[in-house]
């Protein structure tokens, strides 16, 4: 008898857990964003892309001119094996491989380089950005505002995308401070 008279009282606390827990689903508003994207098209990071690419076309002009001699080197050898002695030979395979070795080096320096150049021409424009994004998530009452850009957001409908709006505003904010 004790149970029965339990049962309602459960069911009860039930439906005012559920009914609680829905309310506060409904409250839970979710955006992403795209940083990568708004990084590439605000104005401010289109100019910090063409100063970066500029550094790589440089960088890789470099790479494609060791490479260049690099393949000279091993065509010399090719077509000189049969003529040098044996001793000759292997220093020019050595000096070949050492000149290999060089270049793998030298493209992981560019490669370290244009990595630290990039996050120092991009991490102001990231913080400007975080601060836009804060101030859209607290007037208009976002619970989250995801990164799509860093994996976090594997689908969402379209109208949660907030990466237009930061774009305008980040520029807007630009020039209104020119």
Sequence with gaps: MTMKRYVPAILAALVLVSAAHK????????????LRRALNETEEGKAAMAKLKGMKDKLQTKIEGKEKEILAMKDAIEKQQNVLTKDALQKKVEEYYRSVTELQQTYMQFQKELAGKEAELTQGI??????????IGRTESYTMIY???????????????LTDKLIQQYNANNKAKK
């Design 23 to 34: 309310a506060s689903a409904e409250n839970i508003k979710i955006a992403f964003v795209d």
């Design 126 to 135: 990231l913080e400007k950005m975080a601060k836009i994004l804060e101030q």
């Design 147 to 161: 990164d799509r850009s860093s994996g976090a957001v594997v689908w969402a409908p379209s109208h949660l995308d």
